[in-house]
């Protein structure tokens, strides 16, 4: 479960929350009342989720990446050696 937190405490302690959410990678959320949150989230996270949501959204692309983690937890993988492709 996220942590939540108030905007008061928020201010409070911000660089401590900061250091949390960057250090351990779990979000926290700034419950503004009304309903009305915020989700803080490591800028690495949110890239990684955003490439994850793009990646995905592509419902053939999502089943050859559904494969291919299929296969490789079945160990029907194998090791190749990139280097002589790259520049």
């Known amino acids: 479960m996220m942590e939540s937190v108030t905007p008061?405490?928020?201010r409070a302690h911000l660089k401590t929350i900061l250091n949390?959410?960057?250090?351990?990678?779990?979000?926290?959320?700034?419950?503004r009342g009304k309903g009305r949150s915020v989700v803080m989230l490591d800028a690495d996270d949110y890239a990684s989720l955003m490439?994850?949501?793009?990646?995905?959204?592509n419902p053939v692309n999502a089943a050859r990446l559904r494969e291919g983690i299929r296969q490789h937890?079945?160990?029907q993988h194998k090791e190749i050696n990139v280097t002589p492709y790259l520049d």
Not at 24 to 31: C, K, L, N, T
Not at 51 to 57: K, M, Q
């Open 73 to 75: 937890q079945a160990g």
């Open 8 to 10: 008061s405490e928020l």
């Open 51 to 57: 490439e994850t949501f793009y990646l995905t959204r």
């Open 20 to 31: 949390r959410v960057n250090d351990d990678h779990e979000p926290v959320i700034v419950a």
